[in-house]
């Protein structure tokens, strides 16, 4: 039953009984929708939480890079002036080590350039990512058509 059934139902009624009926059904619509907004609020504060989730894992990322990038430079300057010093012991004691000598580089192989430097090992996994919420399968528009429809009828009777 649709809206103006409603009302040619309750035309003969007393003003106050027809103004009781229409409030109920405003009433009702707008929790509907206060619902839908808060609901929406939800799901905006659950993604906002996970974009900071992603921002502070690549902002760790990238320091993480960046401490690497550094610490190969210094390495690289290390082995191009033949100063590679074996670690400490652990410990402390024990005689110093002499540097060692910069590790020997293999021939370039005809059309394949220069050697190629050791592969990194693989990066840790990542964590799994957070399960989406399963969205409602009726759209706020049929919920508001579907409460509608029900108060209508049974305002009808």
């Given at each position: 039953?649709?809206?103006?059934d409603?009302?040619d139902?309750?035309?003969g009624?007393?003003?106050?009984?027809r103004?009781?009926?229409?409030?109920?059904?405003?009433?009702?619509?707008?929790?509907?929708?206060?619902?839908?907004i808060?609901d929406?609020?939800?799901r905006i504060?659950?993604?906002?939480?996970?974009?900071t989730?992603?921002?502070?894992?690549?902002?760790?990322?990238?320091?993480?890079l960046?401490?690497?990038?550094?610490?190969?430079?210094?390495?690289?300057?290390?082995?191009a002036?033949g100063?590679v010093?074996?670690?400490?012991?652990?410990?402390?004691?024990?005689a110093?080590?002499?540097?060692?000598?910069p590790?020997?580089?293999?021939?370039?192989?005809?059309?394949?350039g220069?050697?190629?430097?050791?592969?990194?090992?693989?990066?840790?996994?990542?964590?799994?990512?957070?399960?989406?919420?399963?969205?409602?399968?009726?759209?706020?528009?049929?919920?508001?058509?579907?409460?509608?429809?029900?108060?209508?009828?049974?305002?009808?009777?």
């Amino acid at each position: 039953m649709e809206f103006g059934d409603f009302m040619d139902s309750i035309r003969g009624e007393p003003i106050e009984k027809r103004l009781d009926e229409i409030s109920e059904i405003l009433t009702r619509v707008m929790s509907i929708v206060v619902s839908a907004i808060d609901d929406l609020g939800n799901r905006i504060s659950a993604i906002e939480g996970s974009l900071t989730d992603c921002m502070n894992s690549i902002t760790s990322v990238t320091n993480s890079l960046a401490s690497l990038t550094g610490e190969v430079s210094t390495l690289k300057q290390r082995v191009a002036s033949g100063v590679v010093a074996a670690p400490a012991p652990v410990g402390g004691g024990g005689a110093p080590m002499k540097p060692l000598s910069p590790a020997p580089q293999a021939p370039a192989v005809q059309g394949q350039g220069a050697p190629r430097a050791p592969v990194a090992p693989p990066p840790a996994p990542k964590p799994p990512a957070p399960k989406p919420r399963p969205m409602s399968g009726m759209s706020a528009r049929s919920a508001i058509n579907s409460e509608l429809k029900a108060l209508f009828s049974k305002r009808r009777r």
